[in-house]
Nanobody
Framework: QVQLVESGGGSVQAGGSLTLSCVASEGTMNRYFMGWFREAPGKEREGVAVIDTLGLTVYADSVEGRFTISKDNAKNTLYLQMNSLEPEDTGMYYC?????????????????????WGQGTQVTVSS
């Protein structure tokens, strides 16, 4: 029943910024934690950031301090603000929703914890 649609991807030079959006079906973000993942050619899907129903966030070490995950429940929209982008950030970015509502201390982002995925939006960072 949950549907997710990403947008906002594009090409940007290193050091630039980009904001991704993910529109979820009504009520999704009030019931489940949400996450952003990315996948580069030849590499496995990597967790980027997660936010739960109460606003608790978890970031991958590689993006912490540069990326910010947020959401607007009224708009049913999840965001990923990406600053100081690097070529290593290049990849297809996916949003996803988990089957639970609350994260816990020490949570490690894993794609296996998410049941519904969007179609992805491409992010390309040039040096």
């Amino acid at each position: 029943q949950v549907q997710l649609v990403e947008s906002g991807g594009g090409s940007v030079q290193a050091g630039g910024s980009l904001t991704l959006s993910c529109v979820a079906s009504e009520g999704t973000m009030n019931r489940y934690f949400m996450g952003w993942f990315r996948e580069a050619p030849g590499k496995e899907r990597e967790g980027v950031a997660v936010i739960d129903t109460l606003g608790l966030t978890v970031y991958a070490d590689s993006v912490e301090g540069r990326f910010t995950i947020s959401k607007d429940n009224a708009k049913n929209t999840l965001y990923l603000q990406m600053n100081s982008l690097e070529p290593e950030d290049t990849g297809m970015y996916y949003c996803a929703s988990g089957p639970f509502g609350k994260l816990w201390v020490g949570y490690y982002i894993s794609s296996g914890d998410f049941g519904t995925w969007g179609q992805g939006t491409q992010v390309t960072v040039s040096s």
